[in-house]
């Protein structure tokens, strides 16, 4: 069930571990994490419209499509924390991790490297297995500026591939702003040059996000052709841990009247008590999971 | 000796499109793409083109986000064959082929992934052999077969292997002592980096690959020179239990290289093989090369770009003593 009661709290789950991680990478503990606090709405919208069959490619932010998708907590922190019970024994790390249970098969640190790997997958699963399972891949605002971005998009329309851009669009690079490296409005309107369809839309609401890609993925299964979402977001966290930010403070508390959670809320009729018991006992759960985490053993050269 | 290279070196093109069908035939997971593919397959291997029409995928100019569509697809359970055509385009893909590639099979698991690539004749931009640079890269095998029968055992053993394979094609190589028929009776299973002995001899061991592996022979034969001559076949991983036997017992080692000797293969080997034999070694280990220098476009300014025969003969024969 994708109620909007399921994905709130599919995204306080998103943002609580995100605020666990953050006290690890404070202690020295964990590496410069890349967050997703503010976006959570997107990964968990697009996520709940895809079929378990479907899969996801991301760029570096992973830790919120990778809960989206259902990724089993575990291993998942393991991984992030580098021990060797994580998916990928701790050598991929946050921006490398891949999950083939989830059928989250890629994610890449450098900018842009997802999207053509997203099409060569697509075209694979259409035309060499022949299934109707599509591909969604994440990048942000930034990515569209990238080369390898463009050749991919060149590559989707010709041949045609089952693939969903989803667009989180902040409207930053890192820690730079978009008049330093997006000249058009929108994102959206860069795709006519390549004849694929897009569409923008409030990516802080995750039930427009969820129906916006419903839509999108169902015609995309019958047709296979590219299609592109342009999710309006709002990053309130830095770039990474242990970075400065850009911006005021209080532009980012301008930015987090915006809060998807926030939105979630407004909509749904939960008490203030109801809400306080979500947060706790996902608290609880996360809480459990990083203390087992804890005792787990870190990798070795041998065990790989 | 022909100056077109298009004539040169048809049969190691004809022994790589031999080893594809053949698995193509039992493998339908093997797809070709690249710039131009249909095109190019359709003058090099009609049969193969007209046999899976659907398994080959011609791709824009636009080398990096190809390499990258051959990573999605070897992710969706295919083998992709991803061909670069020349090697100096290969700079244009450096990023997927060194962090793509690598960093995917290393956090992952291993697949099976081919980029092909030709080595052309000269000018600026048509000529370079960044072969070396490779060869730095944990997680890439590199491949440079100097006849045909090798082309056609190493591309099948590289389309068995879940690695990837950077596998060069030397069109500059002279080829008239195959014998064509030779390839449908003979299958030579070569595991990657796995030399050959191509000539026996003492006093000297000279260790070569490709071009000027194939220079050497000639010149080694015409000459009647006893010198051991290795055949490198991968540059990486490097056969070193054969050189380090061969030089063991020769006392001597001379390496000539078709590219840049300048932090290249054979600096490598030098310095491996310094390390190992040095009781052995009766002279410092020699290497014979390209100079570090732009490759003009003038024919006439070629020869400078490799050494003389002349000159491999008098090192030689110092090395020999």
């Known amino acids: ?304 | 000796m022909s100056k077109d290279p298009w004539f040169r070196n048809r049969l190691i093109r004809d022994a790589i499109y031999h080893a594809i069908y053949d698995r193509m035939k039992v493998d339908p997971s093997i797809h070709l793409m690249g710039e131009g593919s249909h095109m190019k397959i359709y003058f090099d291997a009609p049969h193969i083109l007209k046999e899976f029409p659907h398994r080959i995928i011609t791709l824009p100019i636009s080398e990096d986000a190809n390499t990258n569509f051959a990573v999605g697809m070897a992710l969706g359970g295919a083998k992709p064959i991803v061909d670069v055509i020349t090697a100096d385009f290969l700079y244009r893909t450096m990023d997927s082929i060194c962090n793509t590639v690598p960093k995917e099979h290393f956090t992952s698991s291993p697949k099976t992934i081919i980029i092909r690539s030709e080595f052309m004749t000269a000018s600026p931009t048509t000529g370079q052999r960044p072969e070396a640079l490779f060869t730095h890269i944990p997680g890439l095998n590199v491949v440079v077969p100097s006849n045909p029968l090798d082309a056609r055992g190493l591309m099948d053993t590289a389309l068995e292997t879940k690695a990837a394979t950077l596998f060069f094609e030397d069109r500059m190589i002279e080829d008239k002592t195959t014998n064509p028929e030779d390839m449908d009776t003979h299958l030579d299973i070569i595991p990657l980096g796995k030399g050959k002995i191509r000539r026996k001899g003492h006093k000297l061991t000279t260790v070569s690959y490709a071009l000027t592996l194939r220079m050497l022979d000639l010149l080694l034969e015409r000459e009647n020179l006893e010198y051991e001559l290795i055949d490198l076949r991968s540059i990486y991983p490097v056969d070193y239990d054969l050189i380090v036997e061969s030089v063991n017992r020769t006392g001597a080692l001379l390496i000539v290289e078709p590219d840049v000797t300048y932090a290249g293969v054979g600096a490598e080997i030098a310095s491996q093989i310094s390390e190992r034999c040095f009781k052995a070694l009766r002279h410092p280990v020699k290497r014979l090369g390209a100079p570090r220098t732009t490759i003009p476009a003038s024919r006439s300014l070629h020869d400078y770009m490799l050494p003389s025969e002349k000159r491999i003969l008098e090192v030689a024969e110092e090395l020999s003593k």
């Open chain 1, 1 to 304: 069930m994708n109620d909007l009661l399921t994905l709130y709290k599919r995204m306080v789950m998103v943002r609580l571990v995100e605020n666990k991680l953050q006290e690890y990478c404070f202690r020295g503990e964990a590496g410069d994490l890349h967050f997703s606090k503010g976006q959570e709405a997107i990964s968990v919208g697009v996520c709940a419209a895809l079929k378990p069959t479907d899969y996801i490619v991301t760029h570096h932010r992973t830790i919120a499509h990778e809960i989206a998708k259902g990724a089993a907590l575990h291993p998942l922190i393991a991984e992030i924390l580098g021990k060797a019970t994580g998916f990928n024994k701790g050598l991929a790390g946050e921006m490398h991790i891949n999950n083939p249970a989830i059928r989250h098969l890629f994610s890449f640190q450098l900018v842009g490297t997802c999207v053509p790997v997203a099409v060569g997958l697509a075209y694979a699963l259409r035309y060499y297995k022949k299934t109707d399972d599509v591909v969604a891949v994440f990048f942000g605002d930034a990515c569209t500026s990238n080369g390898q971005f463009h050749e991919a998009m060149n590559i989707a329309k010709i041949r045609k591939v089952p693939l969903l851009l989803v667009c989180e669009n902040n409207g930053l690079a890192g820690n730079i702003r978009k008049e330093y490296y997006l000249p058009t409005e929108t994102v959206s309107e860069r795709m006519d040059a390549y004849g694929i369809r897009a569409h923008a839309i409030d990516g802080n609401d995750v039930k427009k996000v969820m129906i916006a890609t419903e839509i999108a993925v169902g015609g995309m299964r019958q047709w296979s052709a590219p299609y592109l979402l342009e999710m309006n977001t709002t990053r309130l966290c830095h770039h990474k841990q242990g970075q400065a930010d850009v911006r005021s403070k209080e532009e980012i508390a301008k930015l987090a009247e915006r809060d998807p959670l926030l939105v979630a809320e407004r909509r749904m009729s939960v008490t203030e008590e109801t809400k306080e018991k979500i947060w706790r006992d996902i608290e609880k759960e996360i809480d459990e999971v990083f203390a087992k985490v804890k005792e787990d053993p870190w990798p070795t050269w041998d065990s790989n």
